[in-house]
């Protein structure tokens, strides 16, 4: 797939190893932008371990500029709900912010809808932060559900 504006041209493909410390560039610009750079403990060597290892358990898309760097992502895996089945889960969907509004968030965002109906999965959910607005607005263009119901809970071990 391929996406254009007036100053680029993108390509989306499928992530590989060699992307990762790109890949890792855009995970901390996101922490950032949710004022939580520190937050980001994760390494390439970890992310090369669990995406490219005996039992991969993340995959992902890059959009890629034309001169060969990686601006966006959608990384995912899959989850099993014992009321729905089989689901992905899209982790972060990110664009770097100089790219944005060329439509690669569109972009990335179908292309995981269809790897979710490939993969034979019965649905997609993710999480989005209550304040950011352009994201909400972006999700809601799809017929998004937004369920203010469930408490997030993290247990570090």
């Given at each position: 797939m391929t996406a254009s504006n007036t100053n680029n041209?993108?390509?989306?493909r499928k992530g590989r190893v060699e992307d990762l410390p790109q890949v890792l560039d855009l995970i901390k610009e996101l922490a950032l932008y949710e004022k939580a750079p520190h937050e980001v403990e994760n390494t390439v060597e970890q992310m090369r371990i669990d995406g490219f290892?005996?039992?991969?358990?993340?995959?992902?898309?890059?959009?890629?500029?034309?001169?060969?760097s990686i601006v966006g992502i959608s990384l995912y895996y899959f989850r099993y709900s014992t009321w729905k089945g089989r689901r992905l889960y899209l982790e972060d969907l990110i664009v770097t912010e100089s790219h944005r509004g060329a439509g690669l968030?569109?972009?990335?965002?179908?292309?995981?809808i269809e790897e979710a109906k490939a993969t034979h999965c019965n649905g997609m959910v993710w999480q989005v932060l209550d304040?950011?607005?352009?994201?909400?607005?972006?999700?809601?263009?799809?017929?998004?559900?937004?369920?203010?119901?469930?408490?997030?809970?993290?247990?570090?071990?």
């Open positions: 041209t993108y390509t989306l290892g005996e039992n991969p358990i993340f995959y992902f898309f890059v959009a890629e500029a034309a001169n060969g968030g569109k972009l990335l965002f179908e292309a995981t304040w950011n607005e352009p994201a909400i607005q972006f999700y809601q263009r799809y017929g998004t559900t937004f369920d203010n119901s469930w408490i997030n809970c993290s247990l570090k071990v």
